[in-house]
């Protein structure tokens, strides 16, 4: 893997390693030791159809319930391709750390950490492109739409859970709110930065927090920001930003939070 720079030197516009790298080289970011857990989720589409695997043509499956960490060739669709993408990454070094099935027939998830700093970055696009790669052999489509399939059916995001040494040591729960605050006051900025099409999935419907008001809470799946019961209880741990598409830069997500919780300075 690379990143790219023009002949001059610069780095192209595509390029979001280079300020990323600047931040989480930042000795104030370096010596929080940002560990990040990122929760990719993707739909499989039929190749010729674009429209997602196991669904009759034309038609729909079922409603939402059974399917989500589902087992059985009526729920589970494509698992072939999940697991040797989960066995690929794993030889490649990948701290790939998990896969379920998700609440959207068809849809999926994998999720890379805990990982620290610019690799989380490096890891998640790594991870897509042998996705990719999986999914060419099988003959399927993989998309990384944050809203593949309008009405009922639950989008797609890539959930970015977050912490810092403060954060895990004792105490560490008063670091996690003032963190949740100074996202709270950068709500538009990160909303602008975290996917393209994310107003299709973040309605406040589906397990999503609406787009226009930033929340957070204790287990609430339906607040842009969740809190772990267990991190409450213990008083230090990790948060989880659940604003982020499907088809976000990783580098930009990343390093975007750990400048607005560390670096800025309301």
């Known amino acids: 893997m690379c990143d790219a720079y023009t002949p001059a030197g610069e780095p192209i516009p595509t390029n979001k390693r280079y300020n990323a790298a600047k931040i989480f ?24 159809v674009k429209w997602p695997l196991g669904w009759p043509i034309g038609g729909f499956p079922g409603p939402q319930g059974p399917y989500y960490c589902g087992i059985g060739a009526d729920k589970a669709f494509g698992r072939d391709i999940v697991d040797s993408h989960y066995k690929a990454c794993l030889y490649a070094g990948i701290n790939i750390s998990g896969i379920n099935g998700e ?30 790669r999986i999914t060419e052999i099988a003959g399927v489509v993989v998309s990384f739409d944050p809203k593949p399939i309008d009405g009922d059916w639950n989008g797609a995001g890539a959930h970015t859970n977050y912490s810092t040494k403060s954060m895990r040591s004792d105490g560490g729960y008063n670091v996690i ?3 949740i605050e100074k996202l709270k006051l950068k709500h538009k900025e990160h909303i602008a930065a975290y996917g393209e099409g994310n107003e299709r999935r973040l ?16 287990a609430n799946r339906g607040a842009s920001v969740r809190v772990g019961r267990e991190t409450e209880q213990n008083g230090k741990g990790y948060f989880e930003d ?23 300075k309301p």
């Not at 990719?40 to 589409?45: I, K, P």
């Not at 609440?103 to 042998?130: H, L």
């Open 25 to 48: 080289s930042d000795p104030a970011v370096a010596s929080e030791e940002p560990w990040y857990g990122i929760e990719q989720e993707y739909t499989l589409l039929q190749k010729e």
């Open 103 to 132: 609440v959207m027939p068809g849809q999926w998830e994998f999720q890379v950490g805990p990982a620290v700093g610019i690799s989380a970055g490096d890891e998640v696009w790594m991870a897509r492109y042998i996705l990719e």
């Open 177 to 179: 709110t003032s963190a």
């Open 203 to 218: 309605t406040g419907k589906h397990e999503t927090a609406s787009i226009h008001n930033f929340s957070w809470g204790v």
């Open 242 to 264: 659940r604003r982020p598409a499907s088809n976000m830069d990783p580098y930009v997500v990343t390093s975007m939070i750990a400048e607005t919780t560390i670096l800025w």
